[in-house]
């Protein structure tokens, strides 16, 4: 069974820039959720998409959006990047029973 | 709010010995599950071992086990014959069932623990 696969491993962007990150759960695993890890604010949560609905969302401006297809994949956008932009995003897929499992991540640099 | 604390920024033990990571969890919530992730400097997030609130039974996973102890509201990791490839940043999580049953809200992580194996 394969596992989570995130898209690309790596990137570097320019500030104000845009940027679109994927996610592809395990299959059959309908709930994607993705977190920011930085040094100083350790693993911060940013949304959860379930059936192609967002159903949980944390504290993070607009710029941070993201989308779920009805292939359960999910995608996180990043509009006018800055500079503390910069971290890795992580995507978990989740099935009923609450167990939460990772992709390997997308490392983000912003200059 | 949940909130997890992980009180041990680094340990250190022998090749082969045991050692046990803490972690205590704050929740007013009565049904939550209980994770520990490792991190190896790749950055990918590997799922340890996981506890749910109504379990009795110690959660084990090959020589992964887990020390939960409700009242006191600890889900210490246990680490036993400890190899030079669990040298990596480990991390305690939680995530709460919502109202309805059927749905887990977010993972709240602590900040980690990182563990070096000596040989």
Redesign the interface.
Known sequence: KAGVTQTPRYLIKTRGQQVTLSCSPISGHR?V?W?QQTPGQ??Q?LF?Y?SETQ??K?NFPGRFSGRQFSNSRSEMNVSTLELGDSA?Y?C?S?F?S????????T?LTVV | AQKITQTQPGMFVQEKEAVTLDCTYDTSDQSY?L?W?KQPS??????LI?Q?SYDEQNATEGRYSLNFQKARKSANLVISASQLGDSAMY?C?M?V?LAGG????????G??TILTVHP
């Open positions: 709930s959720s977190y350790g693993l949560f959860e379930f159903r949980n944390g890795l992580l978990a989740s009923f609450g167990e939460a499992f990772f992709g390997q991540g490392r | 599950g994770f992730y790749s950055g990918e997030m590997i799922f996981y749910g991390f999580a995530r069932k059927t749905s887990y809200g977010k993972l709240t992580f900040q980690g």
